[in-house]
């Protein structure tokens, strides 16, 4: 990725709020992509939870620290993962844990796709959500928002049709502002509070086979993980 093509990148963020690339115009590539899916994408990481919904999907999750310094950002693995009041549950929820920066190849991915948030949306530092999810029927069950200051949606793989993103200006609209069917190697970034989003069922193939990998992430307010409550110093 050039710096041009980066700052146009931005510039579309702020504008719009959100954008749809493919990794090669984010900075990865399919080889990184199907190291991800090779290593994180199967049932060894990957689990079902009793009162999820969708109920037959599987996930796992981390959550990483980061701190900008000019345009670098310095990472490390967060205390907790522990989920409250989102998704209209209240309780605080815990899933199986995958510490991603011990790969160095998922670490340049976080590392590509923070490097896209405008500096105007930037706290010099927080915390990054990252979920891993393995659907098979419906990938949400309505459109939401995740109550986080910034969402991004990257495909892995994918098996059957449909699964088309939509983001609305409001939770009543009918016509959406954005639609776009996420292909393996596409990424969706997009400003949560300005948009409600929601994704369309999977198709099964012809065999009857559907399954849809992808990695949907947040640039969380801090709120969620206060600063105040970190064990030890970044």
């Not at 931005?10 to 690339?21: M, S």
Request: aromatic share 10%; net charge negative.
């Amino acid at each position: 990725m050039t710096d041009e093509s980066l700052a146009e990148d931005r510039r579309r963020l702020l504008n719009t709020g959100y954008a749809v690339l493919n990794e090669k115009e984010f900075g990865f590539s399919l080889e990184g992509r199907e190291h991800l899916r090779r290593k994180f994408f199967h049932d060894g990481v990957l689990r079902s939870y009793l009162g999820d919904l969708p109920a037959d999907r599987k996930r796992a999750r981390d959550v990483v620290r980061f701190e900008w310094h000019g345009d670098d950002v310095r990472l490390d693995e967060h205390d907790t993962i522990t989920i409250e009041n989102r998704g209209e549950r209240p309780e605080p929820r815990e899933y199986g844990r995958v510490r991603v920066l011990a790969d160095p190849v998922f670490e340049q991915w976080i590392r590509s796709v923070l490097a896209l948030v405008p500096v105007p949306w930037r706290d010099r530092r927080g915390t990054f959500g990252v979920n891993l999810f393995r659907t098979f029927t419906n990938v949400v069950t309505k459109p939401h928002q995740d109550g986080e200051r910034i969402i991004f949606i990257y495909v892995l793989d994918k098996v059957g049709s449909g699964a088309e993103t939509r983001l609305y200006e409001t939770a009543e609209a009918a016509v959406p502002v954005c639609r776009s069917t996420l292909e393996p190697g596409d990424l969706l970034v997009f400003e949560d509070n300005r948009f409600w989003h929601n994704v369309t069922p999977l198709e099964p193939a012809p065999d009857g086979a559907a399954r849809r990998d992808a990695l949907v992430c947040t640039v969380n307010y801090e709120h969620t993980y206060p600063p105040r409550e970190w064990r030890r110093e970044f």
